[in-house]
């Protein structure tokens, strides 16, 4: 199965900007997970999506989050002001279907300075 | 709530051994996974259970619904199997995850 790449792989950005973190490419898959890991902490659900429409988010995916599939390829995480406990990997996983399994992106390390 | 805890937390074996992890889970999860992750940072998926037993390899995955825990075995350990292994729960939506268990495989 086609792997899912990530980009950047690493940002690091000033405390107040925006970023953005795309998982690419997305075939057919109509899951889509956005997770993070704070360093030495365990992963962390924020956002689910299905059929472009957000589905289920945690408490942590708060007004300064965001996510899209801007053209149905793609898919994104906005931070629109950040935070430095923002710094964390990011992953996006995805599933084909209800009850399969998992494919996760290989991450987006963030810090925020 | 929905839990999933791990042990150990930490693990050292030498090559060779046959290894054990441990994963247990609270109500409401219906599936268990259990992922690699080297320290690059990527995460692999393993196995996905909802009852019985997987094998892949060196690597055998079990679970107790019952009882709500699964086992992860490595069989014949190499030092290229050290990494984070986690469990994490599913139901419908997304995963709650453990914290996972370090396990370094000396030579």
């Known amino acids: 199965e086609p792997e899912v790449t990530q980009t950047p792989s690493h940002q690091v950005t000033q405390m107040g900007q925006e970023v953005i973190l795309r998982c690419v490419p997305i075939?057919?898959?109509?899951?889509f997970y956005w997770y993070r890991q704070i360093l030495g902490q365990k992963v962390e659900f924020l956002v689910s999506?299905?059929?472009?429409?957000?589905?289920?988010k945690s408490e942590i995916f708060d007004d300064q989050f965001s996510v899209e599939r801007p053209d149905g390829s793609n898919f994104t995480l906005k931070i629109r002001s950040t935070k430095l406990e923002d710094s964390a990997m990011y992953f996006c996983?995805?599933?084909?279907?209800?009850?399969?399994?998992?494919?996760f992106g290989s991450g987006t390390r963030l810090t925020v300075v | 709530k929905n839990e999933v805890e791990q042990s150990p937390q930490n693990l050292t074996a030498q090559e060779g051994e046959f290894i054990t992890i441990n994963c247990s889970y609270s109500?409401?999860?219906?599936?268990l996974h259990w992922l690699q992750q080297h320290p690059g940072g990527g995460i692999v998926s393993l196995f996905m259970?909802?009852?019985g037993k997987k094998k892949h390899g060196r690597l055998i995955a079990t679970i107790n619904i019952q009882e709500k825990h699964s086992s992860l075995h490595i069989t014949a350990s190499h030092p290229r199997d050290s990494a984070v292994y986690i469990c994490?729960?599913?139901?419908?939506?997304?995963?709650?995850f453990g914290k996972g268990t370090k396990l370094s495989v000396k030579p």
């Open positions: 996983a995805r599933k084909l279907e209800q009850g399969a399994s998992y494919t």
């Open positions: 109500v409401g999860i219906s599936a």
């Open positions: 999506f299905y059929n472009n429409e957000i589905s289920e």
């Open positions: 994490a729960g599913g139901s419908q939506g997304n995963l709650i």
């Open positions: 259970l909802s009852s």
């Open positions: 075939s057919n898959h109509l899951y």
